[in-house]
């Protein structure tokens, strides 16, 4: 006898996965020839090159008409609705603590909201908080905080005067890259953040964040140092400024002389130098 599927289940299960897409109603399992109906003309099966081995998020995410799909569309909708009800931070911040939509959240030890000032010129985003920001609850702590802190400072930046957040409030299971579904549940919590500052700029710290936020389908090699723009309401634009993350930069400490040339552009904009 058929057992009817329960969609919030099934949707939960397959983000903790990290599925990214789908194609279909049905999930298959066990993806050997003998079990695969090639003579069917609806399948198609293409050879994996080089270039589709590469992750990618793209800036906008579109599903399939699947019962899968309409899920995770219902929540980023319930998500959007949810944040234009708060009217300050500390509402959007309880808001999000009570939000259920994201999976992440059954992970992760807390939530991590933004951090700072409310009348902050800039915006700091990275991607989404590691093991000592879910263990802590604040953003950028640790050795990428103190990197960062070392990196403000070095263009006379005190931190308590900037706003500092992430595209996603709540750790990914072992740090993985966070799927597009993941992205586009959080998202409008970070919009918001933004729409309540109304910061003269915005710094994204790696790739996630700038593919997150903006159009744009270059990588963050080929954008950093760039100066972009993100219309924040139809009065207020933001400029945009993308480089490396500090865990980049711990990694790859070859990468700072960069970092550095991106950092000085942004202190001479902010100072109407540039």
Not at 80 to 94: G, I, N, W, Y
Not at 156 to 183: F, K, M, Q, S
Not at 253 to 273: C, F, G, H, I, T
Request: aromatic fraction near 6%; proline fraction near 6%; charged fraction near 25%.
């Amino acid at each position: 006898m058929d057992k009817q599927i329960n969609i919030k289940e099934t949707l939960d299960w397959y983000i903790w996965a990290g599925v990214v897409e789908t194609c279909a109603d049905e999930v298959c399992l066990n993806h050997s020839p003998e079990n695969l109906n090639l003579s069917s003309p609806s399948i198609q099966i293409q050879p994996i090159t080089p270039d589709l081995q590469k992750s990618y998020i793209p800036s906008t995410i579109s599903h399939t008409n699947t019962p899968l799909a309409a899920a995770f569309d219902n929540i980023a909708k319930n998500a959007r609705e949810l944040c234009s009800k708060a009217t300050s931070l500390e509402e959007l911040k309880e808001l999000v603590q009570q939000f259920d939509g994201c999976n992440l959240k059954k992970t992760a030890a807390n939530t991590v909201f933004g951090d700072g000032s409310i009348q902050a010129r800039v915006v700091l985003i990275g991607e989404a908080p590691g093991a000592d920001e879910d263990r802590i609850g604040s953003p950028f702590v640790g050795k990428c905080g103190k990197l960062l802190d070392k990196m403000l400072a070095a263009i006379n930046i005190n931190r308590a005067d900037c706003y500092i957040t992430n595209v996603l409030p709540w750790r990914p299971p072992g740090n993985r890259t966070p799927t597009d579904e993941e992205i586009a549940i959080c998202l409008p919590f970070l919009k918001r953040q933004i729409e309540l500052i109304k910061p003269d700029f915005l710094l994204l710290l790696g790739g996630i964040a700038l593919k997150s936020l903006l159009d744009v389908s270059d990588s963050i090699s080929r954008t950093r140092g760039k100066w972009l723009e993100y219309a924040i309401n139809e009065q207020k634009t933001a400029k945009v400024l993308a480089t490396y993350h500090p865990s980049y930069l711990l990694r790859s400490p070859s990468q700072k002389a960069k970092v550095w040339s991106d950092l000085l552009r942004l202190q001479k904009k902010m100072n109407n130098e540039e």
